[in-house]
Nanobody
Framework: QVQLVESGGGLVQAGGSLRLSCVASGSIFRANDMAWYRQAPGKQRELVAGITRVASTKYADSVKGRFTISRDNNKNMVYLQMDSLKPEDTAVYYC????????????WGQGTQVTVSS
């Protein structure tokens, strides 16, 4: 059974940085697409950044130029470097990974809280 575990969340002042990490365990296969989503109180979950197996990336307009997604295929890990954080970045951040082998699996982490104070 695939499990995703996030780490690296916390409290930071506006303008600061945090780095989120997520490791996928329980599969001998590499994940295909991996991504970070976030959900703020009273809002829908939204895509923050995604990365394909060959490192093609996409970002939400609100984080372009401030956040960087990367991955380590050998470790089945995905990272999110968050710089120039703003109070509106405050949310629970979730890791997502899609596997196609041995069958299609859409896995989610439990979430990590990021709070940016003004």
């Amino acid at each position: 059974q695939v499990q995703l575990v996030e780490s690296g969340g916390g409290l930071v002042q506006a303008g600061g940085s945090l780095r989120l990490s997520c490791v996928a365990s329980g599969s001998i296969f590499r994940a295909n697409d991996m991504a970070w989503y976030r959900q703020a109180p009273g809002k829908q979950r939204e895509l923050v950044a995604g990365i394909t197996r060959v490192a093609s990336t996409k970002y939400a307009d609100s984080v372009k130029g401030r956040f960087t997604i990367s991955r380590d295929n050998n470790k089945n890990m995905v990272y999110l470097q968050m710089d120039s954080l703003k109070p509106e970045d405050t949310a629970v951040y979730y890791c997502n990974a899609v596997f196609t082998l041995p069958r299609e699996i859409d896995a989610w982490g439990q979430g990590t809280q990021v709070t940016v104070s003004s």
